[in-house]
């Protein structure tokens, strides 16, 4: 054998080496990094998914939080039905502060419902001046309760001037014990 066929033997002989090292060990090695590469990749979608989530959940826990206060602000509003006799006086008071005669005020059948209130209505028909109907309207909304004017019917009194007469229904609302 010259040193020609000598060489020509080993360069296939590293060949065939190269292409069995290849075909059995790189070739599965790329094979299984890729597999892994796929896995990482769909678990890192995953964890993108829960870094959203965790972000709409802490979204979701503020708002039930700002709920919460504003269910605690409306319910400070409501009075226990233990307190109708005290909103009933504060009424009175100011009618007589602001110079009204009231001909009629009387309470009208409750409404309430499973709702967390109670609604208790009042018919009321005061007489006066136009201007202390108004200034007694005005003090009614600044008390610290949730009251509500229905079914408000304006008359002009034909004696005097600016004088009037106001019959309508306040509704004052009440925490309902029940709920």
Same mark, same amino acid.
């Given at each position: 054998?010259?040193?020609?066929?000598?060489?020509?033997?080993?360069?296939?002989?590293?060949?065939?080496?190269?292409?069995?090292?290849?075909?059995?060990?790189?070739?599965?090695?790329?094979?299984?990094?890729?597999?892994?590469?796929?896995?990482?990749?769909?678990?890192?979608?995953?964890?993108?998914?829960?870094?959203?989530?965790?972000?709409?959940?802490?979204?979701?826990?503020?708002?039930?939080?700002?709920?919460? =206060?504003? &269910?605690?602000? /409306?319910?400070?509003?409501?009075?226990?039905?233990? #307190? +109708?006799? !005290?909103?009933?006086?504060?009424?009175?008071?100011?009618?007589?502060?602001?110079?009204?005669?009231?001909?009629?005020?009387?309470?009208?059948?409750?409404?309430?419902?499973?709702?967390?209130?109670?609604?208790?209505?009042?018919?009321? =028909?005061? &007489?006066?001046? /136009?201007?202390?109907?108004?200034?007694?309207?005005? #003090? +009614?909304? !600044?008390?610290?309760?949730?009251?509500?004017?229905?079914?408000?019917?304006?008359?002009?009194?034909?004696?005097?001037?600016?004088?009037?007469?106001?019959?309508?229904?306040?509704?004052?609302?009440?925490?309902?014990?029940?709920?």
């Amino acid at each position: 054998m010259n040193s020609g066929i000598r060489k020509a033997i080993f360069f296939i002989l590293l060949l065939g080496v190269s292409a069995a090292g290849y075909q059995y060990m790189i070739r599965p090695a790329n094979l299984k990094l890729a597999e892994a590469r796929q896995l990482v990749d769909g678990k890192r979608a995953k964890l993108a998914e829960f870094e959203e989530a965790t972000i709409k959940a802490e979204d979701l826990n503020k708002q039930l939080s700002q709920l919460e =206060e504003a &269910v605690a602000f /409306f319910e400070s509003k409501l009075p226990p039905t233990s #307190e +109708i006799h !005290k909103v009933l006086e504060q009424v009175t008071v100011i009618v007589q502060k602001q110079g009204l005669e009231p001909k009629t005020i009387r309470t009208l059948p409750r409404k309430e419902d499973n709702s967390g209130y109670v609604e208790q209505p009042m018919k009321m =028909e005061l &007489v006066g001046n /136009f201007n202390a109907f108004y200034s007694f309207l005005l #003090e +009614i909304e !600044k008390l610290p309760r949730i009251m509500k004017i229905r079914e408000l019917k304006l008359e002009k009194d034909r004696n005097g001037e600016g004088e009037i007469t106001a019959d309508f229904i306040v509704s004052i609302f009440f925490q309902n014990k029940t709920a």
